[in-house]
């Protein structure tokens, strides 16, 4: 490189070798770049995975299995971080993959881990009337009526 009336010259080898080095270290990184992978239209990312917001209303299973035929599942809670994200997100109750459906009383999510109580609103899970699949409900779990139709949030990896 050279300096000239203060604009600086770069030869054309000295790019060509930056840009071969550049390409190398993408390449090596793999097919994206370990930067392009995004979510598909009408899915949030958020912290390493996508999330769908549904629009339409289906009761647990339905729901279920919406989110299978999308590569994903119902949404698990993990963290604090997580459940102060999706409820920011909606304004009305969304099932969730949260049920006790194999154990009544045994809440576990759908891929098998137990559910930390603290998510629970206060008095639940109540099991008012058979209620046997978790939903999102201002800000906390609830258990409601399987049967029962509303909106669902999916998850998958990215």
Known sequence: TREHGGSVFISVSQMSSRLNSLTSQL?????????????SSDWILFSGNCYYFSKETRDWSGAQQYCGNQDSGLAIINNDDELTHLSSKISSIHWLGLTDLDREGSWKWVDGTPVDKKYWNLGEPNNAGEEDCGELKEAKLNDGRCSEIKRWICEKRL
């Open 27 to 39: 390449q090596a990184q793999g097919s994206t770049g370990g930067c392009t992978k995004s979510c």
